[in-house]
């Protein structure tokens, strides 16, 4: 328990590292963007005066490491900050956004567990066969293919050709989940390369695990196979995807921008375009950091379940 206890600590530890790493960079790199906020703001073609009135309005006139004190001061007060071009509160804009992306989010990962698991184990259960083949074949090839790509085939396809699907979720605003064909296609593009990855992980897991030496010496016991796949082996082969897990999902909540663009959706994707296009420092600020805290907190998950799945392994990291 002790042990249990100092891992988890130094795990703690080791996130607080990086959420603030994860500040410093997100101020670091905004700072470093192209373009003047206050030049887009003051309009077409404006005077050096007004742009130079517009930076002080914005506070933009101030040294860096005082913006980014009252930052850091602001974000553990929960206050993101006021967008420049708008002067709505930036929490606003992550509220705005927030729903449509984590409702695909949450589809996706409610589809993607039980589907990736699933192939998986068939996989590694047909080993060398057919099934096993076709799985991998068919993993393999969609994994190959780019987000963009599958999503402009699908909605050719489905909805252009076929008529079976809406191409876009243009005019069902923000409440998706009273429109469920307009989230059909979307979903789809967002499991199918998680959905390869993760089961050629499990398969691998498996099959790892099934020809291990404890597996044979259960077998003698007269333990049933049914309990030595999904009691002893599969928990071993979920460790590793429980990693790839998190990463997926963080890009499922950080990397929807192509698919959130391509079909029109307004989530945090379409926010952090809108807001990079304007220059609006605040928002993309609130965004990345936002993103950045998401991905420190899922790889924390994600190294306990590993744990507890598979202490050795754990313990060994």
Known sequence: MNALRSWIARRLLLGVLQTAAVVLLVFGLTEALPGDAAVAFAGDQPDPQRIAAVREAMGLDRPAHERLTDWVVGLLHGDFGTSLTSGRPVAGFLADGFGPTLLLA?????????????????????????????????????????????????????????????????GYGTDLLAHPAALVLPVLVLLARPVCSLARLVRAGMIDALAAPWTAHARRYGIPGARIRYGHALPNALAPATQQLARTIDWLLCGVIVVEALYVIPGLGTVLMSAVADRDIPVVQGLAVVFGVATVLLNLGADLVTHRLAPRSGAAA
């Open 106 to 170: 949450t589809l996706t990962v409610l589809i993607l567990v039980p589907v990736s698991v699933g192939l998986g184990v068939l996989a590694a259960r047909h080993e060398g066969r057919l099934t096993d083949r076709l799985i991998s074949s068919a993993t393999l090839g969609v994994y190959a293919v780019p987000e963009f790509a599958l999503g402009v085939l699908l909605v050719s396809v489905l909805a252009l050709r076929l008529g079976w699907l809406p191409p876009t979720a243009v």
